[in-house]
T-cell receptor, first 112, second 113 residues
Framework: RKEVEQDPGPFNVPEGATVAFNCTYS??????FFWYRQDCRKEPKLLMS???SGNEDGRFTAQLNRASQYISLLIRDSKLSDSATYLC?????????????FGTGTRLKVLA | DAGITQSPRHKVTETGTPVTLRCHQT?????MYWYRQDPGHGLRLIHY???????DKGEVSDGYSVSRSKTEDFLLTLESATSSQTSVYFC????????????FGPGTRLTVL
């Protein structure tokens, strides 16, 4: 089992749709969780951190489910500009230092 | 945007030649990282640094070495490049104790022929 798993997609959705991605992680001791956005041939950029109580930033909502070891990202009212790959990132609790494990990403295409 | 630059941005080289990639930051962050990104693998850690002259290996460190003589610079060296090292290389920085967030440089696209 991969340490961090994501559905690669692509998720093809019409403008205005709501779409959700999940990401599962294998180590229950992980404490830090993030969603990054990566546009084609660009660097990953932080979209949002994921907090235990869940958090929202505009059209984006992130949730953490520790019991089932997954995090989710919900995008409401999708825009064409949301088309990108979304990376799930989890800290590596085995390393004792600040190291992170990346999922391979979920590709989203928002269609006009 | 965080102040991170990478040089060169693109490089084509031949098998067996040495290559050095540079990451420069202006944020005074303690941690610096080198990743490679390949289709189907996501980002994989090559080496990281937790301070000047303090470095450690990541999961794909074979064939790579690093050096950090100043807080702001982290160099990645391929001693003898191979075609399997053709990839996109990203540098990242973080400052533990704040948000633990990593910020990435723009990447270097390396092709080894």
């Amino acid at each position: 089992r991969k340490e961090v798993e994501q559905d690669p997609g692509p998720f093809n959705v019409p403008e205005g749709a709501t779409v959700a991605f999940n990401c599962t992680y294998s180590n229950s001791a992980s404490q830090s969780f993030f969603w990054y956005r990566q546009d084609c041939r660009k660097e990953p950029k932080l979209l949002m951190s994921v907090y235990s109580s869940g958090n929202e930033d505009g059209r984006f909502t992130a949730q953490l489910n520790r019991a089932s070891q997954y995090i989710s990202l919900l995008i409401r009212d999708s825009k064409l500009s949301d088309s990108a790959t979304y990376l799930c990132v989890v800290n590596d609790p085995t390393s004792g230092t600040y190291k992170y494990i990346f999922g391979t990403g979920t590709r989203l295409k928002v269609l006009a | 945007d965080a102040g991170i630059t990478q040089s060169p941005r693109h490089k084509v080289t031949e098998t067996g030649t040495p290559v050095t990639l540079r990451c420069h930051q202006t944020e005074n962050h303690r941690y610096m990282y080198w990743y490679r990104q390949d289709p189907g693998h996501g980002l994989r850690l090559i080496h990281y640094s937790y301070g000047v002259k303090d470095t450690d290996k990541g999961e794909v460190s074979d064939g790579y070495s690093v050096s950090r003589s100043k807080t702001e610079d982290f160099l990645l060296t391929l001693e003898s490049a191979t075609s399997s090292q053709t990839s996109v290389y990203f540098c990242a920085i973080s400052e533990p104790g704040s948000t633990d967030t990593q910020y990435f440089g723009p990447g270097t696209r390396l092709t080894v022929l």
